[in-house]
């Protein structure tokens, strides 16, 4: 998140810049800053509990506070707002608790039907344990980079079904677990549909199914992810609010040697994404906030978690 946030920063500078001494009539988006809390239980959150006596054991749970800009700008190639170029993280994709930066090209075709080509240099966290098995002395941190490439059809000849495709790499740049079967170097095949209806002029559900493909280096730590979602949001003059909720059941492919037994993940997730935006005298800006909690239970007690996350901030929308 350190890296990304000043990574988001420079760039937003930079192409404001820019973007402005073209043609404002065809730039849009928002910037945000955003202040937080986060808290988590897990064995694998390198910012919990350095040492573990044994494997058996539960970390303490963890509290953190943070400051993060988030927002994204996009600036028509065409008069017709046809062809756009665009950066940042997508308002879609924050409604429903996904963090993503990304790099991207859209066109919009006279049926309906939105295509989206992204590139998404930073979707992963920047550090997690070197060995998050190791006991009797201190864990020791390492980076984790990765690049994705994202496919989206949106509102397909306007039916509302959308469809979303993406390929990623991970690489640990110092992995020290011993055991080859859970090296964690991987590629990762995501894809994603959806269907949205209205309920009425204002409010709505979509609903989706997604499948992962995680193609690690070890066998123990690849796996199949099968998921599904629903949202409900709500919009009117004054605030908006989506409320998301979703289930994942994740398989993974072979006996973990570490606990003699092949991993199931179960993970449930509740997710409010909520905007104000009728503040007296303040045109554009809104009040923002997210909140969220992520429940994980296994069948291995070591990767059993509880994560909650909740951010309040000013956006700003141009």
Do not use: C
Not at 21 to 48: E, F, K, M, Q, V
Not at 49 to 72: I, M, Q
Not at 93 to 119: H, K, M, P, S, W
Request: charged share 15%.
């Amino acid at each position: 998140m350190r890296n990304l946030n000043i990574f988001v920063i420079a760039l937003f500078a930079g192409f404001t810049t820019s973007a402005y001494a073209l043609d404002n009539s065809r730039i849009n988006g928002d910037i945000s800053i955003n202040t937080g809390y986060a808290t988590s239980n897990s064995n694998l959150n390198p910012n919990g509990d350095k040492t573990l006596s044994s494997l058996d054991d539960r970390v303490s749970h963890t509290n953190n506070y943070f400051a993060a800009p988030l927002g994204n700008i996009r600036y028509a190639l065409d008069s017709n707002h046809t062809h756009a170029v665009y950066l940042g993280t997508s308002r879609d994709d924050l409604a429903v608790g996904t963090l993503a930066f990304e790099l991207g090209y859209q066109y919009n075709f006279t049926n309906g039907t939105q295509l989206d080509i992204a590139y998404l240099p930073t979707v992963l966290p920047d550090e997690v344990w070197a060995n998050p098995y190791l006991t009797g002395e201190e864990r020791q941190t390492t980076d984790i980079d990765g690049n994705a490439y994202r496919l989206k059809l949106s509102n397909l000849l306007n039916t509302g079904v959308s469809l979303d495709m993406a390929y990623a790499t991970a690489t640990i740049d110092d992995e020290q677990i011993t055991e080859s079967t859970l090296f964690r170097d991987s590629a990762t095949f995501y894809l994603k549909g959806q269907h949205l209806s209205m309920l009425d002029q204002r409010s709505g559900l979509i609903t989706a199914f997604s499948y992962t493909d995680h193609n690690a280096e070890g066998k123990a730590a690849s796996y199949n992810k099968y998921k599904v979602e629903m949202t409900y949001f709500l919009h009117s003059s004054a605030y908006s609010l989506a409320l998301t909720g979703s289930y994942a059941y994740r398989q993974f492919d072979a006996v973990n040697p570490l606990f003699d037994t092949q991993r199931n993940d179960d993970v449930m997730r509740l997710f409010l994404a909520y905007e104000y935006k009728d503040i007296p005298g303040w045109d554009n800006w809104s009040v923002t906030s997210l909140a969220g909690s992520t429940v994980t239970s296994s069948n291995i007690d070591f990767y059993k978690s509880n994560n909650f996350l909740m951010t309040v901030g000013l956006n700003y929308q141009f």
